[in-house]
């Protein structure tokens, strides 16, 4: 079906074998032209004509991921035709060109050492390290807002080969210096080594670690949650094939109708973290006051309340998902928690851009990286203890439709190394993104309006609760080919939780969806799964269209409701800060087919509206549903911008940026 591996292998051929080369190029030169001939004409009908209908061609499917009365979400090319102007292969960058010169070894006696590689140390003249602690500060009844974002940095101690870190110390800054190697300079010694590392103290929690060697109940099951940030499940396919491919082939479970509850992170991982939605959360957590999120209820919580070991670690600080505009949490959520480490490794090591992402490589290593050799390192300590794990990267893929496919191998790395490491044999394992790529050209096209919504997701059980649970097995199979969303992510949870003794509430979001542990009712739609109209995947797009007139009325309902989200934000002189938006064109005006309404019959229409306003050149989708009387509903009050507004609603600080193109 994909034969990504197959183009790059034909890549280098063309380096070893001119006449081939040749003929391949000019059949190259006459299949772009094709395309482009293709795309060229696809766009032109946006320019030439009021709107476009639809586009037939790009809305069809190849079978079906989910189908059923209910809901019908289409299989499609990973590489469709239509985005293949999209893809590239990225390639791998290294943060370092050697072995790490430090690294920290577990003692005998459960300490922990830092230890130089004396292999790589013979490389510098005069070869001197120091090591220094670095501590989260003690909040105060009253802490500032940023207390989760500061660390302090102690003073610098030298050691030969290697030291013991004190048992408090859990990061540390390594720094090395040697002599310069070129004679002229002999005399200087220059930094040539700089280094973050985590330390593991598993008796932290060693009062935990007491009470499951007395108790002899049921084996409880740990949870391990790894996130990569926006990709979709096609997007695994195209950009990962070894990864996707180790996945399919070593017995992980898909769920192949997974569907995103809310726009971006926050409200799809509040989701499955709290079984709320997102203004149940906001109102709830209050995640941009201080003390909010340390009182909402995030099921590691309750799972910590059940004698379970937490952690949750999450790379570049400034947008991770508790942090980003919010104000993360004054106590550590967790008993482990990795942000002091990884604001340290950003603050104090040399940064490298990539993909985009400008935390990409933090030091010697890659941020991404960081975060999944703890969340190993923290699988594997606590092998035969209950604990639940929650772990997301952002480095790698946030700002890069293509930005996995230069990590494909690593992350196949750590999928094998947690078999290695005995983490398969012990634990459940969700191998998870959140949703897919939200803006620019690749999410205007219908093949990106699916991906947007169907991010990846993959289930692992170890073999012990495979065997003691067949009916769990046998309906986490049969659910894996249905529609699921976040909401059932948590009612899983909570079913673990159940199992081990715990409670916490059932999702308020979605009070149907159920533990994907229990047979789901086959006829699954959105509304059953808590997901809106906007978010749905459930749909095939037909060919009808709207009247001119309709589409410019309905257009113009939707720039108006655009910009009745904006008008009220004024400066101290009463003047608007945002301008006044109008319809520049209507871009694509699609129908879309749902499969039986609740009742049985539609009695509406519905049909999804991309347009472009100006000043500002902004791209905005909406779903609007006609009903027979004639009226017209934006459907959920919902419109989504689907182009970037980074750099051009600045001057609004809180509040619809996404509406607001600054005056
Ligand atoms: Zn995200």
Redesign the pocket.
């Known amino acids: 079906m994909f034969c990504g591996p197959r183009f790059w292998y034909l890549a280098q051929c063309i380096c070893r074998r001119p006449a081939f080369s040749a003929i391949l190029i000019l059949s190259t030169l006459f299949a772009a032209q094709y395309l482009i001939s293709d795309s060229f004409v696809y766009l032109n009908r946006y320019q030439d004509v009021p709107y476009i209908s639809s586009n037939i061609s790009e809305g069809k499917g190849r079978g079906f991921l989910v189908s059923n009365s209910k809901c019908q979400i289409p299989e499609r090319d990973p590489l469709d035709p239509w985005i293949r102007q999209f893809v590239t292969k990225e390639k791998f960058e290294p943060c370092t060109k050697t072995a790490l010169l430090t690294r920290i070894v577990k003692m005998r006696n459960g300490e922990l050492a830092l230890r130089v590689n004396l292999n790589l140390a013979k490389n510098y003249v005069d070869l001197s390290c120091c090591w220094a602690p670095i501590h989260r500060p003690k909040p105060s009844e009253t802490p500032d807002r940023n207390i989760d974002s500061e660390i302090s940095l102690g003073s610098c101690t030298e050691f030969n080969d290697e030291t013991i870190i004190p048992a408090k110390v859990e990061v540390i800054l390594v720094k090395c210096k040697a002599k310069e190697m070129r004679p002229r300079t002999k005399k200087n010694t220059r930094t040539v080594y700089e280094n973050v590392h985590p330390l593991l103290r598993p008796e932290k929690v060693s009062e935990k670690l007491s009470q499951r060697k007395r108790s002899n109940g049921t084996r409880k099951l740990s949870v391990l949650l790894l996130g990569i ?2 990709v979709a499940r096609w997007n695994l396919e195209r950009s990962m094939p070894i990864t996707s491919r180790h996945l399919k082939d070593t017995g992980w479970i898909e769920l192949q109708g997974y569907n995103k509850v809310g726009e ?3 409200p ?2 509040m989701a499955m973290l709290t079984g709320m939605n997102n203004s149940q959360a906001m109102k709830v957590c209050k995640p941009t006051e201080s003390f909010g999120l340390d009182n909402c209820p995030i099921i590691w919580y309750s799972f910590k309340n059940t004698s379970y070991v937490t952690a949750y670690g999450e790379d570049t600080a400034e947008i991770s ?1 508790f942090h980003y505009n919010k104000a993360g949490f004054v106590n550590p959520p967790t008993d482990f928690y990795l942000r002091p480490y990884i604001i340290a490794a950003e603050k104090y090591l040399p940064l490298k851009r990539h993909l985009d992402n400008n935390y990409y490589c933090t030091g010697p290593d890659l941020s991404g990286i960081r975060v999944f050799n703890y969340a190993l390192d923290f699988a594997k300590t606590f092998i035969g203890v209950p604990y639940f794990g929650f772990f997301w990267t ?1 480095s790698m893929s ?1 700002d890069n439709i293509n930005g996995v496919s230069a990590v494909d191998n690593k992350i196949r790395e750590i999928l094998q190394r947690l078999d290695y490491e005995g983490v398969l044999n012990d634990s459940m394992v969700i191998f998870l ?3 897919g790529t ?1 803006y620019g050209l690749f999410r205007e096209t219908i093949h990106g309006w699916y991906e947007d919504k169907l991010p990846f997701n993959y289930v692992w059980l170890p073999e012990w609760f495979k065997v003691d649970n067949a009916d769990a097995l046998e309906a986490l199979r049969a659910n894996a080919r249905t529609l699921t969303s976040p909401f059932d992510l948590y009612e899983t949870l909570r079913d673990i939780l159940a199992r081990a003794g715990g409670e916490a509430d059932p999702s308020s979001g979605c009070p149907h969806c159920q533990s994907l542990f229990s047979q789901t009712k086959k006829e699954r739609g959105c509304e059953d799964v808590g997901v809106s109209r906007l978010w749905c995947a459930c749909t095939m797009f037909g060919n009808n269209g709207v009247s001119n007139e309709l589409a410019h009325e309905t257009a113009n309902k939707i720039v108006s409701y655009i910009d009745s989200n904006v008008q009220r934000y004024r400066n101290s002189g009463g003047k608007r800060i945002c301008y006044k938006l109008r319809l520049k064109k209507i871009l694509r005006v699609t129908e879309m087919l749902e499969s039986v309404s609740s009742n049985g019959t539609f009695g509406y229409r519905q049909f999804l509206y991309h347009l472009q306003v100006t000043p500002g050149d902004g791209k905005f989708e909406a779903v609007i549903r006609y009903d027979e009387d004639g009226s017209l509903t934006i459907v959920d009050n919902e419109v989504t911008r689907i182009n970037s507004y980074a750099s051009t609603a600045g001057c609004l600080h809180a509040g619809p940026k996404q509406f607001c193109y600054c005056d």
């Open positions: 940030d926006n971006n992170t926050f799809n991982l998902t952002n946030h993104s959140d949703h939200r």
